[in-house]
Every structure is written in C-alpha cells, then in structure tokens.
C-alpha cells in the first residue's frame, strides 16, 4: 500500500518544487523593484539630476515649522496689539510678494 502512493507523493512533491520556485522568483522581482523605488525615492529626496523643483523646495522647508490654516487663524486671533496686528499684516503681504514673484 505504501509503495503504491510513493509515486503519487512524489509527483505532488515535484509540483510543491514548482510553484515554490515560481513564488520565489516573484517574490525576488518584487524585492529588486523596492530597491529600484527606494533608490530612486533617495535620489529625488537628495536633490539629484532628476529632482524637480517641487521637490527642491520641498528639502530646503522646514517641515516642523510650518503652519496649516487653523494654526494661523488661532495665531491670527490672538493678537491684540494693533502694532504687532500691523506688524503681522506687513509680514504677510511680503510673503505675498515673495510668492507672487516665484
């Protein structure tokens, strides 16, 4: 009875040795386009030939420092003095123009 099923065993082995392999290689083009992605990813990020000026920018900002609108409006809300109310109006139509000139 055991020698009859060796063939069958064996076969299902050979098939196992199959798709294993094939898996395997899947999962090595998978890894090598990651790699490929990451590489190019650390190329933009480090300003290389194929940087655009979006991303440029983007190394030069301080991530942490930047204000998203709600920030502004509670900064904006808070002042009382109206030199520094002025003050912050001056700042902000320079950005303007700053941004204006970009």
Known sequence: MKKAKIPEVEAHLATTQQL????SSAVVSVANSLKDAEARV???????SEAGPQSQMA????QSKLWNSSDYRDYL???TDYRHATDVKG???LIGEGNDAI
């Open 91 to 93: 700042y902000l139509n």
């Open 77 to 79: 809300s808070s002042i």
């Open 20 to 23: 294993l392999h094939a898996r």
């Open 59 to 62: 190394s030069r900002m301080c």
């Open 42 to 48: 650390a190329a933009l990020a480090s300003g290389g």
